[in-house]
């Protein structure tokens, strides 16, 4: 068989090609997910009481989120069942255990 010789002109055309820039896209954050029913709300509710016990003061929702450790949307559906209840309080923008 015969080979085939490359000529100068052919490499240098290969050098000269751009090479592709690979662009790596942020990955979004991923929200969280809420399971909406009885047992996780009374749950969620559960972790909003315990954090607003533990601060003995007055707190915002994403105060109370992060000294619960959760979401804010898991937050509101702990506020909602406490509120249902009467178990809270409002001031100033800020939530307290009635």
Known sequence: MAEKKTTKKAVAVKAEEPKKATVKKAAAPKKAVVAVNAEN??????DVYQALAAAGKALTVKEIAKAAKI?????????????????????????TLA
């Open 41 to 46: 709300a009374g749950f969620k509710a559960g």
């Open 71 to 95: 979401s804010e949307e898991e937050t509101l559906l702990g506020l909602g069942w406490l509120f249902k209840e009467g178990k809270l309080a409002t001031a100033d923008e800020k939530i």
